[in-house]
T-cell receptor, first 114, second 117 residues
């Protein structure tokens, strides 16, 4: 049982390059999220989606774009990478409904921007 | 607004010591509260949760009680093990509001725990 899978797990970019992180979940979840994790900052929400074809901004959306063309996939794009985007990125999903639903996380994607 | 404040680490303990990690929250409505754990090199996983006041969540020897009067959800364990070394995150999901993103969680900054043998 795969759960939430992120690719790639590691990537090094030069400033100004673009890339896409892919998140795939096999639990038929409606809600998907992209977080970034930085030392001392905890997890900050970048963008999220409440269903196929929908996206919305989180706390720190600048410099990122997302798409949810298929229910199981949530893509995070960096059009022009900057050193400030060096971070560990986590994708998560849940069913969204009810107060106690668990959030399921991928293993993370470590991005370094030189 | 909605926010979570947890004690800053790192926390270093000897094996079998008692653990407390403090967590307080600010929220609208009646939030659900969670503790997530992140082991080295892995994603976060749910450790325990509580959905209403006075509920106690427990798992793997860890406990936390939802205290509405003090807006707290402190994590405790009576006897820690080396294998408990990880980063612990307190989180809340706000109470249901029509049209809101019910699934969204708000996280604290995380507390690094290191347990020595």
């Amino acid at each position: 049982n795969a759960g939430v899978t992120q690719t790639p797990k590691f990537r090094v970019l030069k400033t100004g390059q673009s890339m896409t992180l892919l998140c795939a979940q096999d639990m038929n979840h409606e809600y998907m999220y992209w977080y970034r994790q930085d030392p001392g900052m905890g997890l900050r929400l970048i963008h999220y989606s409440v269903g196929e074809g929908t996206t919305a901004k989180g706390e720190v959306p600048d410099g990122y774009n997302v798409s949810r063309l298929k229910k199981q996939n949530f893509l995070l794009g960096l059009e022009s990478a900057a050193p400030s985007q060096t971070s560990v990125y986590f994708c998560a999903s849940n069913s969204g409904g009810g107060p106690s639903g668990e959030l399921f996380f991928g293993e993370g994607s470590r991005l370094t921007v030189l | 607004g909605n926010s979570v404040t947890q004690m800053e680490g790192p926390v270093t303990l000897s094996e079998e010591a008692f653990l407390t990690i403090n967590c307080t929250y600010t929220a609208t409505g009646y939030p659900s509260l969670f503790w997530y754990v992140q082991y080295p090199g892995e994603g976060l996983q749910l450790l325990l949760k509580a959905t209403k006041a006075d509920d106690k969540g427990s798992n793997k020897g860890f406990e936390a009680t939802y205290r509405k009067e003090t807006t707290s959800f402190h994590l405790e364990k009576g006897s820690v093990q080396v294998s408990d070394s990880a980063v612990y995150f307190c989180a809340l999901r706000r109470g249901w509001v029509r049209g809101s993103t019910l699934g969204r969680l708000y996280f604290g900054r995380g507390t690094q725990l290191t347990v020595w043998p």
